[in-house]
C-alpha cells in the first residue's frame, strides 16, 4: 500500500507528501518496489524511484474493535540500501495468538534520502529518509484501526541502520514527544560517524558535478537535479573516497542522516546524554561478532589503521595509533589474513557493540530502569553459533539474531541450516521474548513456559550492566565484563575527544 505521494520529479529530495486519495479499491496483495540502493546500477529489478510503500500483517479476523499491539519493522542497510524489505511478519502473528499487528515498509536510502546540503535545506528536506519514517509512522497512527491495531500501542523496532533509526526518533526534535510510538526495539543498533551539514557540502558538490550540474549557479543546482534521469542519478549514488583518502577501501557508508538542526539538532549521544529524548521503555540487542561481515580483511597492521581512517575520516592519525593500541593482534580464523580478527573486533565494538552499550549507560543515568517505571531498558548479547559460520571465520555475525526474532523461514538471504536442526530450539524463546515486549512492553510477560526471567539493564550492584545471553542450549543472564566496559570507555573518550574539536 502507498503511504506517501511517489518522491518524482519535483518532490525529489523534498519532506514526503500523502499520497492523492483514491475512491477506488487497490488491491494489496503483492509487493510493491523498494526504494533505489547506492551502488547499483538502473533500472534494477524490485527497486524504483515511486517507492514509498508499508506491508500489514494482521489476523485475518481483527476488527477495528480489536484494538492489537502494533509492531512497526524499520528494516536496515546502512542508509544506502534497504536490505531486509518484505520480511514476512505471519509467523510473528500467530505466534502472537494472533494478538499483534506487524508493519513494514520502504524509505529512502543513499542519495535519494541523505544527500546533503544547506543547497537542499533552502530548497528540498534535510534527511529525507528519516522524514519518510515518521511519515509512516504517522501513518499507523491514522490508520492502523482499520486493520485492527491500537494506535495508542505502537512499537517501533530496528535492524542495523532501522536500529539506528529507532535511536533517532527518540531524539528527533531535541525529544519531542508526538505520540507516535510507546517503546522501542534496537537490534544492533548503527550511528554512522554523524556528520553536521557544512562537512557534507563537498559530497553534494561531487554529485551536482557527476550528473552534470556542477557549473549551474548554486541556487539552480536542485532544479537541475531534479530534471536528471534517475540512470545518471545513480551513477552518482556510489560509495567514493572522503576528501584527501586516496587507498583502498572505499567508505561502506558513503551517504548518512546528519545534523541538521532541526530533525537531528546535535549528535545523537549529546542528546541522550543531556536527556533530550523520549522516555519509553527499550530493548537492545547485538550479536557476538558484528564487525566480521564489514572489516577489511588486513593483512597487516597498516591496512587496519587505513581501513579505520578511511570509514572514520575525523579521525587523527594519534587516535589511529590508541586504537592499534587498544586493539593487539588477535589469534588467526580461518579464511582470513592475520588482522582480520582484530580489524572485526575494534569496528564490531566502534560501530554497533559500544554504541548500544553507551547509549544504554546515558538512559539509565538519566531514570532508574525497572519494570515498575516508565522506561526499563532490556539488553541482550547473541552469542548462538553455527558452523559454518565459525568454519569461515565468521562469528556469530551481525543480524544473525534475525532468524529467531522473525523465523528462518520468514527473512531473505542465504539464512543458516542450523536454525532448522541444533539451532532450532532458540527460535520460539527468542520471538516469544521479542513479541512479549510489543504486546507489553516487557519481554517477561508472555515468555515461554521455563525460560530464564529477563532483567534490566540496571538491576544488579551499581556499575553492574546485565543482559540476557542467547547461546546454543543455554539462555541466562550475564554481567558485562570489565574488560568490554573498558573498551567501550575508550571509544565514548575518544567521540568525545572529537566532538570538542569539530
Known amino acids: ?290 564487525g566480521s561481515v564489514f572489516a577489511a580483511n588486513a593483512s597487516r597492521r597498516s591496512d587496519m589503521a587505513t581501513f579505520f581512517e578511511n570509514n572514520y575520516p575525523r579521525l587523527t592519525k594519534n587516535d589511529t595509533y590508541s586504537i592499534l593500541a587498544r586493539y593487539p593482534v588477535l589469534p588467526s580464523v580461518p579464511n582470513h589474513a592475520p588482522w582480520f580478527p582484530t580489524a572485526s573486533q575494534a569496528y564490531g565494538d566502534a560501530t554497533f557493540i559500544c554504541p548500544q552499550t553507551n547509549v544504554l549507560n546515558y538512559l539509565s543515568r538519566r531514570t532508574y530502569s525497572s519494570p515498575s517505571t516508565n522506561s526499563p531498558l532490556y539488553a541482550y548479547r547473541f552469542n548462538v553459533q553455527d558452523e559454518r559460520n565459525i568454519a569461515t571465520g565468521m562469528g556469530v555475525p551481525h543480524l544473525f539474531d534475525a532468524a529467531a526474532i522473525f523465523g528462518p523461514d520468514n527473512i531473505s538471504g542465504d539464512v543458516a541450516h542450523s536454525y532448522r536442526t541444533y539451532n532450532k530450539e532458540v527460535v520460539p524463546r527468542v520471538m516469544a521474548y521479542y513479541i512479549s515486549f510489543a504486546r507489553a512492553l516487557d519481554p517477561n510477560r508472555y515468555r515461554l513456559l521455563g525460560t530464564p526471567k529477563w532483567e534490566t539493564w540496571d538491576s544488579g550492584q551499581i556499575g553492574d550492566m546485565k543482559r540476557m545471553l542467547f547461546e546454543t542450549g543455554n539462555t541466562q543472564m550475564e554481567l558485562l565484563s570489565e574488560e568490554e566496559k573498558d573498551r567501550c570507555r575508550f571509544w565514548e573518550v575518544l567521540g568525545r575527544e572529537r566532538m570538542e574539536q569539530r
Not at 242 to 266: A, H, Q, S
Open 1 to 290: 500500500m502507498r503511504y506517501a505521494a511517489g518522491p518524482l520529479g519535483d518532490l525529489r529530495w523534498r519532506a514526503p507528501i500523502e499520497p492523492i486519495r483514491s475512491t477506488g479499491v487497490e488491491k494489496a496483495t503483492e509487493f510493491r518496489p523498494i526504494c533505489l540502493a547506492s551502488n547499483g546500477a538502473y533500472p534494477q529489478a524490485g527497486q524504483d524511484e515511486d517507492c514509498l510503500f508499508v506491508n500489514v500483517w494482521a489476523p485475518a479476523n481483527a476488527t477495528a474493535c480489536s484494538k492489537l499491539p502494533v509492531w512497526v519493522f524499520i528494516q536496515g542497510g546502512g542508509y544506502n540500501a534497504l536490505t531486509n524489505a518484505n520480511w514476512n511478519g505471519s509467523e510473528l502473528v500467530e505466534k502472537s495468538r494472533h494478538n499483534l499487528i506487524l508493519v513494514n515498509f520502504n524509505y529512502r536510502v543513499g542519495i535519494w534520502g541523505f544527500l546533503a546540503s544547506e543547497r537542499v535545506r533552502n530548497d528540498g528536506a534535510l534527511n529525507a529518509g528519516l522524514l519518510d519514517q515518521r511519515m509512516l509512522l504517522k501513518w499507523v497512527k491514522k490508520h492502523i484501526s482499520s486493520f485492527g491495531g491500537n494506535p495508542d500501542h505502537i512499537v517501533i523496532h530496528g535492524a542495523s541502520a532501522g536500529a539506528g533509526s529507532v535511536a533517532m526518533h527518540l531524539v528527533s526534535y531535541g525529544g519531542r514527544d508526538d505520540g507516535l510510538f510507546v517503546g522501542g526495539m534496537v537490534e544492533a543498533i548503527f550511528f554512522p560517524a554523524q556528520p553536521f551539514l557544512s562537512e557534507l557540502e563537498w559530497q553534494f558538490d561531487r554529485v551536482a558535478a557527476q550528473a552534470g550540474c556542477g557549473k549551474v549557479d548554486s541556487d539552480k543546482q536542485m532544479a537541475c537535479l531534479r530534471q536528471k534521469d534517475v540512470a545518471l542519478l545513480q551513477r552518482a549514488s556510489r560509495a567514493q573516497p572522503f576528501p584527501g583518502k586516496t587507498l583502498p577501501p572505499n567508505p561502506i557508508f558513503y551517504f548518512t542522516p546528519c545534523v541538521d538542526g532541526d530533525i537531528l539538532r546535535d549528535i545523537p549521544y549529546e542528546l541522550f546524554g543531556t536527556g533530550q529524548y523520549v522516555k519509553v521503555p527499550m530493548l537492545f540487542g547485538t550479536s557476538n561478532d558484528e
